[in-house]
């Protein structure tokens, strides 16, 4: 009994920090608010250089990097040059493209 108890503890937790991440990702996809400028695109690794103001979720100043994206279809809505709206977040460890939009 003990050990079920455990388990069932053990769902919850990780229940509600999946939870928790899931929100946060949700809430930034509605508005990406950081600017960005691409530079390059490589669709087979699912990647993104971007040229990038500052991310304040991540704590991060404005700089050129590569980000993953959570969704390789992202890629087909963009172009090199294009300037961009997008929101990155921490996701299993990486830095990823939740959202992403020409910019207007
Ligand atoms: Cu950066």
């Known amino acids: 009994m003990k050990v079920f108890i455990k388990h069932a ?3 919850v937790v990780f ?3 999946f939870g928790a991440q899931a929100q946060t990702a949700a809430s930034a996809a ?3 608010g950081t600017d960005g400028e691409v530079r390059k695109i490589d669709k087979d690794q699912g990647k993104l250089t971007l040229k990038h103001g500052p991310i304040a979720n ?5 700089m050129t990097m ?3 994206v959570a ?3 992202m890629l087909d809505t963009v172009k090199e ?3 961009v709206k997008f929101s990155a977040d921490r996701v299993n460890g990486a830095i ?3 959202a992403i939009q020409p910019a207007k």
């Open 96 to 98: 990823t493209i939740t």
């Open 71 to 73: 969704d390789p279809k």
């Open 66 to 68: 590569v980000f993953k």
């Open 30 to 32: 509605a508005s990406p």
């Open 58 to 62: 991540l704590d991060m100043p404005g």
């Open 15 to 17: 229940a509600s920090a």
């Open 9 to 11: 503890l053990a769902a």
């Open 81 to 83: 040059g294009d300037k």
